[in-house]
């Protein structure tokens, strides 16, 4: 499955994110390969539809889930139209790593 989880930086060691649409970093990690890649959001100058734009982005690199605090209207439209799974992981304290350990556990709730 490939996952995107908001960051503020772009490793598995930084922290995880809260702001969906205005999130520094998207990590992508692939569960099969357990590979991971760090993606910028460009999303984060736009003055609107920061959440839309960052979405797009998301669908266009095959996103099957993803993980943040809290998604906007038009984002959580534009990926449940998508066929995204939405998490939540309302705790911007934990890393990326450990917001990982806590999906392959099964533990994160989806978003409805």
């Given amino acids: 499955m490939i996952l995107f989880i908001t960051a503020q930086g772009k490793t598995l060691e930084d922290l995880f994110n809260t702001k969906f649409g205005r999130t520094p970093w998207f990590i992508r990690f692939d569960s099969?390969?357990?590979?991971?890649?760090?993606?910028e959001n460009s999303a984060t100058a736009q003055a609107h539809g920061a959440g839309v734009a960052a979405a797009q982005f998301l669908i266009d690199r095959g996103a099957q889930a993803v993980v943040s605090g809290r998604f906007g209207p038009n984002a959580y439209q534009a990926l449940s139209a998508a066929g995204i799974t939405m998490l939540a992981q309302p705790d911007d304290s934990k890393s990326v790593q450990e917001v990982i350990d806590l999906w392959q556990a099964g533990r994160l709730e989806t978003v409805h």
């Fill in 32 to 39: 099969e390969s357990e590979e991971w890649e760090a993606f």
